[in-house]
């Protein structure tokens, strides 16, 4: 019998020992970090190899260009042939730039904001109101970019094939307003969603009022599977070429989460006309990217497969702790009928739903006994979770007994505010 078959009586009954159980694992008094998606030291260790992997003679270019001086603004030809096939597009659909996939994402807003976007009227920011589209629960960061800018934000519902598409058709399909959606195709933060075929056919072909609608294709987890091999994901550049909407897919991805976060490469690829309507942007705020570290980089991977091999090393460390996610879930929750939970095959997280306006309650309980996850509801549009079910678990930062036991208060807490709830008929 789940806890939502039971009566009043017997929920009433089963509180004291989840009380008595929740305040004995407040005692440990440890402090463990789950709020966001950090790579663990052992999986930093793996790229200590670039802090050895280049000599004065690796910094010339095959025409005897010096990569220690300015220039090559959208990056060297040996970056662009590796991170064109990171991507999937041609060499001339590729910007190599700085260390953050956020800030290309923030600049494309921002620049289409104030000069538009090939194939618009203008300025956006001309067109007011702005609008994008958001499926939830998703990257907040994703969001806040849009906050800040001011830009409207549409909740779009996600399911294990990507975002609900008759709610996105129906957003394109007369309102110019919406120029956009954030996309994160593989492994979706937090939901470990990958895109079908089908959702990437629709984005490609939909009727949009806006000609200059974007998709802003977030690849942030390409290659970061659990153990299987990263997934396949229909080519969404591809994809709009067939269907005559090549500019409308902007493609991101970077190696934060593959070297060291935050000395990485970020990288953008899209349409040709895309392409250099981002570089002659980019040329007003750069005279030129690290040419060095991109090529630090090429010597460290050395090609697609070097790439594809240290994700490998990758899936080993960090398979074993979504193992233990997964395990302690079943063990402690399964059955209960007060929370699911996502079993993703990659990427960075575990996706938790429990009872309808208790996200909140969990959360707060797990910080007062020792575990910081990040805020309920940042996994929506302005912070608002209209269920408050929804928590997001970032399990790669702890060490495996760190897990354990931030699982094993998780789970308290879970089931603790949701009988609570139950108990008082809520």
């Known amino acids: 019998m789940t806890y939502t078959d039971q009566d009043q009586e017997a929920l009433s009954a089963a509180l004291p020992a989840l009380e008595t159980r929740y305040k004995s694992l407040s005692l440990r008094n440890i402090q463990i970090d789950m709020t966001r998606g950090k790579p663990s030291a052992e999986q930093l260790d793996l790229a200590d190899g670039l802090l050895v992997g280049i000599e004065r003679a690796d910094c010339f270019g095959a025409d005897g260009t010096d990569y220690r001086n300015y220039g090559l603004g959208t990056g060297t030809p040996e970056a662009k042939a590796l991170f064109a096939e990171f991507l999937g597009v041609g060499q ?19 620049g289409g904001l104030l000069f538009g976007m090939p194939g618009g009227a203008g300025p956006w920011s001309a067109q007011a109101p702005v609008k994008f589209l958001c499926p939830a629960p998703g990257y907040d960061r994703h969001f806040a970019i849009c906050e800040r800018l001011g830009i409207e934000m ?35 933060n937090p939901t470990g969603a990958t895109y079908s075929d089908a959702v990437v056919e629709r984005l490609a072909t939909m009727k949009t009022a806006a000609p200059d609608f ?6 942030a987890y390409a290659y970061h599977h659990l153990g299987r091999g990263p997934a396949p994901v229909k080519d969404i550049l591809a994809a709009c070429k067939a269907a005559g909407t090549a500019d409308r897919p902007l493609l991101i991805g970077s190696t934060s989460k593959i070297s060291f976060a935050g000395s990485g490469i970020a990288v953008m690829g899209g349409s040709v006309t895309n ?15 690290d040419k060095i570290n991109q090529i630090r980089h090429i010597r460290f991977f050395g090609d697609m497969d070097g790439l594809r ?8 460390i960090v398979a074993p702790k979504f193992a233990t996610v997964e395990r302690i879930l079943n063990e402690k929750l399964g059955g209960k009928g007060i929370a699911t939970w996502s079993k993703p095959e990659g990427g960075y997280f575990v996706s938790l739903d429990v009872l309808d306006g208790c996200a909140r309650e969990v959360v707060k309980l797990a910080a007062e006994a020792g575990v910081k996850m990040i805020a309920a509801g940042v996994t929506f549009p302005y912070a608002k979770d209209p269920r408050d079910r929804n928590i997001r678990i970032a399990p790669t930062l702890p060490a495996i007994d760190e897990i354990s036991h931030a699982m094993d208060v998780l789970c308290a807490c879970v089931e603790l505010a949701c009988v609570r709830k139950l108990s008082a008929g809520n």
């Open 92 to 110: 001339d659909e590729v910007i190599i730039g700085g260390n953050a996939s956020l800030s290309l994402m923030y600049d494309i807003l921002v």
């Open 154 to 188: 549409i909740t779009i519902d996600m399911d294990e094939n990507g975002p609900d598409m008759d709610q996105v058709e129906a957003a394109v399909a007369t309102d110019a307003a919406v120029k956009g959606i954030w996309c994160v195709p593989k492994y979706s």
């Open 214 to 219: 974007r998709i802003i294709w977030d690849n």
């Open 275 to 289: 392409i250099k309507d981002a570089a002659q942007k980019i040329s007003f705020a750069t005279i030129g990217p």
């Open 309 to 316: 091999a240290h994700m490998d090393k990758h899936a080993a």
